[in-house]
């Protein structure tokens, strides 16, 4: 039995790295490390600078476990460095630049060497075969071209796999449907709002997704939840595929799920990762909630040494039966800045996903609207109403409403206020969901609301 | 003898009226009569027009999610007590109405009103018994000079 063999023998040699037995892999992680921390301390000002103040040096690395040594980098290190304070590779070696969004003040800046560019397509061919992607896919990239590492990121690998690549990028929804079913296209890669987006649209135009060649979907660059899966391969006819990456690390890339999908497997050939608690930023045992923490292993240009991703998941116990040895885990639905404390008790925007898909007949967009009314929170959830759960009596529409409101108060023990909206009526992005909208900074805020966690609350957005 | 309604859900602000009624004037679909039922947050527009499902493509088209519905258009004597004669019988015959509202066009002492049943069926049965009769759709279209002009006259919400 050869269980990786999982897509008609068409396996790309590049995903051999993701079986490595456990004992070469641990040791390739340490050369690995040692290498990549020697060559962020001598060349990284910031880095060497924290380094000296622990008191720690390359040289004492004499196993994985040392890697707690190492101080903490955090988001604002990067913002702190723009642009280019964190390389650790002169400009004549950079192949390229990405830069974050930055929705708020300066973005952050990442480079690339040329090796750079070779370990991330790696590792994005990889992703991209763990999903069941092969040389004769068409792959519609819906995911934005630019400074977004999405976009570039997913169709050098896609390339680099032997898929056909069609670089769309994001929007113009029509255009999109126009393709896919044109196309022929086989796999689709986007932010799974996005593609609920044309679910939707491909409906409108009456256009059949299930009765179409695609048959997988990668998703990616949001939280997002099983119900959410189950959604999108129920009503588009395709398996969807969680992949896991960020700017700061590498872009996409940094994990995915296999067939069996069931938790993100980390290429840990190129990235190290550990759950520590959030608050102490002590390790956690295996298969305990907490936040990961990332240190490249092999990235040049730019080393990331202990990255606090503020994302929660835990390790999954036991082997995958897809045969990768590689650490499993959870799916990442929620991140420690994702989380919002209302009426003191802590919310976390997936939670409302799940309770909301509970509801039959109810389409995932919504959006979270929090105030502060005398001195107390209120949470209204927008939720778009659709052809299946409309009706044409007053009484049903009211039933529908206390449906919803039943199910978040079960799930997060709140009660919200359910507010209907008409379709199409919620913000679209081709990039990220903005699921909350918190206007309580708007007016002082009250003791009662004060958490003793130091997770801070949702940024306004 | 069953009529289609198409039913739009509207949210509860400011303008939301006259979008689904400019999206049908702009397509030449007349309204022939409309209704409708509000709650606080949220209301539900019910139509007539003649031609129902090119009404209900225009309105999908601009977004609005849209049902169709089978009502009954039943004559009543336009006098003191028509409608009540009416009621009457159904209320013998254990029938719910969910909801009902006039039709504009009088005929020669008739009024015409809408009715939605929870038991569409068991109401013509009754209906039939007696011996009300209820509007084809036919003749209900035949009796109706359209509403348009009056809905843009409909201050917005």
């Not at chain 1, 959604?231 to 590498?250: P, S, Y």
Request: some cysteine.
């Amino acid at each position: 039995m050869t269980p990786w063999n999982d897509h008609n023998g068409t396996v790309h040699p590049a995903t051999a790295m993701d079986f490595l037995p456990a004992g070469l892999l641990r040791a390739l992680q340490l050369q690995r490390l040692r290498a990549t921390v020697e060559r962020a301390y001598s060349r990284v000002e910031l880095i060497r600078s924290r380094m000296d103040a622990a008191g720690v040096e390359p040289a004492d690395l004499r196993s994985i476990d040392d890697v707690r040594r190492l101080p903490f980098m955090v988001k604002t290190d990067l913002r702190d460095t723009y642009p280019y304070g964190l390389f650790a590779s002169p400009m004549s070696d950079v192949v390229r630049l990405h830069a974050s969004s930055g929705t708020t003040g300066k973005p952050i800046v990442v480079g690339y060497t040329q090796q750079d560019m070779e370990t991330w397509k790696n590792v994005l061919v990889r992703t991209l075969a763990a999903a069941g992607m092969h040389r004769g896919d068409i792959l519609q990239n819906a995911f934005g071209y630019g400074l977004f590492t999405g976009g570039l990121g997913l169709h050098y690998g896609a390339e680099a796999l032997g898929a056909a690549v069609i670089p769309i990028s994001g929007g113009n929804t029509e255009r999109q449907i126009m393709v896919m079913r044109d196309f022929g296209v086989t796999a689709f890669c986007c932010t799974p709002t996005y593609f609920v987006h044309l679910i939707e649209a491909a409906a409108r135009m009456g256009v059949d997704i299930k009765t179409l060649p695609l048959r997988l979907g990668i998703f990616g660059a949001e939280p997002w939840t099983d119900q959410m899966r189950a959604f999108i391969e129920r009503e588009a006819g395709i398996r969807a595929f969680d992949i896991f990456g960020l700017t700061e690390i590498i872009g996409p890339g940094v994990g995915a799920e296999c067939q069996c999908q069931n938790g993100i497997h980390i290429f840990e050939d190129h990235f190290l990762a550990e759950i520590l608690d959030p608050e102490t930023g002590e390790p956690l045992p295996d298969g305990e909630e907490g936040e990961l923490v990332l240190t490249t292993l092999s990235k040049e240009a730019m080393p990331i040494l202990r990255f606090r991703t503020h994302d929660l998941t835990r390790i999954l116990p036991g082997p995958c039966p897809c045969g990768r040895s590689l650490l499993r885990i959870a799916r990442i639905s929620r991140r420690t800045d994702d989380m919002l404390i209302i009426r003191g008790v802590n919310v976390f925007p997936s939670q409302i996903e799940v309770a909301l898909l509970k509801v039959e007949h109810t389409l995932p967009h919504y959006q979270i609207v929090l105030r502060r009314e005398r001195d107390l929170d209120e949470m209204e959830i927008l939720v778009e109403v659709t052809p299946e759960a409309f009706s044409d009596s007053v009484g049903e529409v009211q039933r529908l409403q206390a449906r919803l409101c039943a199910a978040v108060e079960s799930t997060i023990g709140i009660r919200a206020h359910i507010r209907l909206v008409e379709p199409q009526t919620l913000e679209r992005s081709a990039g990220k969901a903005r699921r909350v909208k918190d206007l309580r900074n708007a007016t002082p805020p009250c003791k009662s609301n004060s958490s003793p966690s130091s997770l801070k609350t949702a940024r306004a957005v | 003898m069953q009529i289609k309604q198409l039913s739009v859900f509207l949210e509860n602000r400011q303008g939301r009226l006259s979008a689904p009624c400019a999206a049908l004037a702009d397509a030449g679909i007349n309204i022939l009569t409309l209704t409708l039922a509000d709650t606080e947050r949220f209301g539900i527009l019910r139509l007539i027009v003649r031609d129902v499902e090119k009404a209900k493509s225009v309105l999908e088209r601009c977004g609005f999610v849209v049902k169709l519905t089978e009502v009954l258009a039943i004559e009543v004597e336009d006098r003191p007590g028509g409608l009540g004669n009416l009621l009457s019988t159904l209320e013998t015959a254990r029938v719910n109405i969910e909801y009902m509202y006039a039709f504009t066009a009088h005929n020669a002492g008739k009024a015409v009103m809408i009715f939605r049943f929870s038991d569409t069926a068991k109401a013509i049965d009754s209906l039939a018994a007696a011996g009300i009769p209820v509007l084809k759709a036919a003749d209900l279209y035949e009796r109706s000079g359209g509403l348009n002009s009056a809905a843009s006259k409909i201050d917005q919400r």
